[in-house]
T-cell receptor, first 113, second 112 residues
């Protein structure tokens, strides 16, 4: 399976600021996704990161709040903008490997004070 | 859109017993059903999956069954061990989107 890394692994931020999370894969992949996992909860899809075009957002998530970049087939970023304590979560990127199998990065644990 | 319901939310078994976790989905177009295991502080790990053209799949102590008509699928773990203790998530997706919709999760505790 693909080796996926995320940076930073964790961060503590002040409300009103923004944080950009990076996701790097060791091989080219077509499909990359961003998920949010709130404390003690399941995973919720934020958006599909499309290479060369705008991301496709799920209901409840908007580009102004979660801008996403996908400059190539191995890299993507998710920005959490104008943060509030409700944004405290684990943010995970995932990639679709062969077939439909999807693998997750190690996650970024974000705490907003 | 797709909705996935997962039961039970917690499950406690004795070591050596079997554990069964059940999920139902709403979108008949869903055709891929993975199961993930998440240990505390770790990323979700894919442990087994099943596609809609198959009714059952086994991998050592774990198996998954799918009933397309009833739109439900289940994870079966036999001869449970303490290291099986974790949160398990089911998910559903359609191949053309790849978007995974997750169930709420089941916390499995295996008592030695």
């Amino acid at each position: 399976s693909a080796v996926i890394s995320q940076k930073p692994s964790r961060d503590i931020c002040q409300r009103g600021t923004s944080l950009t999370i990076q996701c790097q894969v060791d091989s080219q992949v077509t499909m990359m996704f961003w998920y949010r996992q709130q404390p003690g909860q399941s995973l919720t899809l934020i958006a599909t990161a499309n290479q060369g075009s705008e991301a496709t957002y799920e209901s409840g998530f908007v580009i102004d709040k979660f801008p996403i970049s996908r400059p190539n087939l191995t890299f993507s970023t998710l920005t959490v903008s104008n943060m509030s304590p409700e944004d405290s979560s684990i943010y995970l990127c995932s990639v679709e490997a062969s077939g439909d199998e999807q693998f997750f990065g190690p996650g970024t644990r974000l705490t907003v004070l | 859109g797709e909705n996935v319901e997962q039961h039970p939310s917690t499950l406690s078994v004795q070591e050596g017993d079997s554990a069964v976790i059940k999920c139902t989905y709403s979108d008949s177009a869903s055709n891929y059903f993975p199961w993930y295991k998440q240990e505390l502080g770790k990323r979700p790990q894919l442990i087994i999956d099943i596609r809609s053209n198959v009714g059952e799949k086994k991998d050592q102590r774990i198996a998954v069954t799918l009933n397309k008509t009833a739109k439900h699928f289940s994870l079966h773990i036999t001869e449970t061990q303490p290291e099986d203790s974790a949160v398990y998530f089911c998910a559903a997706s359609t191949s053309n989107t790849g978007k995974l919709i997750f169930g709420q999760g089941t916390t499995l505790q295996v008592k030695p």
